[in-house]
């Protein structure tokens, strides 16, 4: 006898519900994607104990009439695509055919429809794939489908659930795609009746991203956009400021439908290259519109994985739109100062009401006297005030000065900004450097004694291999001997760096397994590199020549506010911000 058998109808919908339906957030969505879909405009979803209990989604979408209902339950049926060309242009969110029948082999499900023209409601109710007739109903226009014990005769489906507000937050985060991309929908999401978010389909993008997330994202993301070549690019990119630890916080949408896509990631982190640092990921919210017959959505069940059929078109004008406008914006960091409570001197200890004072006169000798003061002139000054008496020492003309051998303090006309030494000058380098290989290689000098050392064979072959890349940088080698090769002459805008120690650094690079470097990325990770080794290092004392030098280039330089790795190089203080701290306002 045969050990081949054909699989019974309900069983071949609980194991599609393997693939569409992994927890109770797979519900949500693709309830919510199927009221979209029905073009509604309004969508309620009530969830009970993290969607164990209850899923429900109500819409004022165009309903469905009896017949449509009960065949809406049955395994791919759909009113979305009608033939196989249908396949090569999907507009819609859903379309398989398969989320429904799917949820109904799992869980007990109640739907009630009703079409505008119709006078009253129909519904109908399925028991994990038992399913009833269609009944006359009470309700208003739209659909509400319920879906209650999601998996309850799949004990063992069921004991992967975590806890309700594990469960909850996977909800909210598909909740949150879904508003993200439809800011014309008022939407409202409860929680065992209480109320977490309810949006209006007024709100702009960014009126919804303070709301689903914070003002501070908002306020913190500047808007870009591009249209080229049928493709059209909208995206808010947030600063390096709000950066996050992972990718959670990178939103990316293709004709209204949620991805992931490792071309367009990729896209996202060479944009911020050299904007932010490499351990850190930027806050991006990115919508793409192109011609629905230019991708294939019909990859997964879950339809959050497509395929492009010009991929690398994709990548490079998401790439260039997007690194375009960061390189074009001031990227300063404002400093955040932390709130002072308000504390009554005539209850504070004799103590704290002194440092009152005292802090009192340091913000009024602040204002007094536009030169940034040194911490021996605060403190002198805020002694005579206390004391009743007045300092007539003499006031520096200088409005900078350096602390710790590090950063720089320099006044502005709205506060005072901290500048890393090491950072703005390795900026500097890195974009002098970047224009004069442009026009060029780069100049060099010979050195009086060759320096040399020792090279395996390996590492003589990647000298060899990027001879062409060694000589643009002015670099010049010889042999010198077995195994040993010597520095002839190297670049004069790196003379503050030691020639063996650049050059041991440069082979460990060429020589990296891992790199997958094309051309022109090698040659930034060498400028980044050079920069950093030929840059004023931290704890250098300097003169008020090279402090007001260093200020000068600061202001005429591109993307003076970040260095080549993506770290910051300036904090302000505005005099705002240390009233406050003050409390002189």
């Given at each position: ?257 949620f991805i992931r896509d490792r071309f367009i990631s990729h ?229 503050k760096a030691a020639p063996l120690d650049f050059i041991q ?81």
């Open positions: 006898m045969g050990q081949i058998a054909v699989l019974d109808q309900n069983m071949v919908n609980m194991i599609a519900a393997g693939e569409v339906i992994e927890r109770p957030a797979s519900v949500v969505k693709e309830l919510m994607e199927n009221s979209i879909d029905a073009g509604a405009t309004k969508i309620t979803v009530s969830i009970e104990d993290g969607g164990r209990k209850l899923i429900s989604v109500a819409d004022n979408g165009c309903g469905m009439d009896a017949e449509d209902l009960a065949a809406a339950l049955e395994p791919h049926t759909t009113s979305k695509i009608k033939t196989s060309k249908d396949l090569h242009g999907i507009s819609t969110l859903g379309f398989r055919g398969e989320a429904l029948a799917s949820i109904a082999s799992v869980a007990q499900v109640r739907a009630v429809s009703r079409t505008k023209d119709s006078e009253g409601a129909s519904c109908i109710e399925i028991d994990c794939g038992n399913k009833g007739s269609v009944a006359p109903a009470s309700a208003d226009y739209g659909t509400t489908i319920q879906v209650r014990d999601l998996f309850y005769k799949l004990p063992a489906r069921r004991k992967f659930l975590k806890t309700a507000n594990t469960e909850m937050g996977h909800i909210i985060e598909r909740f949150t795609r879904i508003a993200l991309s439809n800011c014309d929908l008022d939407m409202t999401l409860i929680h065992n009746g209480r109320e977490l978010y309810r949006l209006s389909g007024r709100d702009d993008l960014r009126e919804r991203i303070a709301e689903l997330f914070s003002s501070e994202i908002a306020e913190n993301s500047v808007e870009t956009k591009s249209s080229e070549r049928g493709l059209d690019i909208f995206a808010l990119l947030g600063k390096p400021g709000i950066s996050r630890t992972n990718k959670k916080f990178q939103y990316v949408f293709l004709n209204g439908r896209a996202i982190k060479e944009a911020y290259r050299g904007c932010l640092e490499p351990d850190r990921f930027p806050i991006v919210f990115l919508f793409i519109q192109m011609p629905y017959e230019d991708v294939d959505v019909n990859v997964h069940p879950t339809k959050i994985e497509v395929r492009f059929y010009n991929a690398n078109l994709i990548h490079s004008q998401i790439l260039g739109c997007l690194r375009e406008k960061l390189l074009e914006t001031n990227l300063d960091v404002s400093a955040k100062l932390p709130a002072i409570p308000h504390q009554k001197s005539t209850s504070s200890p004799s103590g704290l009401v002194r440092d009152q004072k005292i802090a009192d006169a340091m913000a009024d000798f602040f204002k007094k006297h536009k030169p940034v003061p040194t911490q021996q002139q605060f403190a002198r000054e805020a002694r005579y005030q206390i004391r009743g008496t007045k300092y007539e020492g003499p006031q520096l003309e200088r409005k900078f000065l350096q602390i710790h051998d590090s950063f720089i303090v320099a006044q502005i006309d709205d506060g005072f900004i901290i500048i890393d030494q090491h950072a703005i000058h390795e900026r500097i380098i890195y974009e002098n450097l970047c224009r004069r290989i442009r026009e060029s290689k780069l100049e060099s000098q010979k050195l009086l004694i060759p320096e040399s050392f020792e090279v395996t064979v390996s590492q003589a072959d990647a000298l060899k291999t990027n001879a062409e890349l060694i000589e643009k940088l002015g670099i010049e080698l010889a042999p010198f001997g077995p195994k040993t090769m010597a520095v002839q002459a190297f670049p004069t805008l790196l003379a650094d440069l082979i460990d690079l060429l020589s990296r397994k891992d790199a997958g470097l094309d051309a022109e990325r090698l040659l930034d990770e060498v400028l980044n590199m050079a920069a950093c080794k030929a840059a004023i290092k931290a704890g250098q004392k300097l003169s008020d020549n090279e402090i007001e030098k260093l200020l000068a280039d600061r202001e005429i330089v591109e993307r003076a506010s970040r260095c080549p790795h993506g770290r910051p190089t300036t904090i302000k203080f505005s005099i705002s911000d240390l009233e406050k701290q003050f409390k002189r306002t």
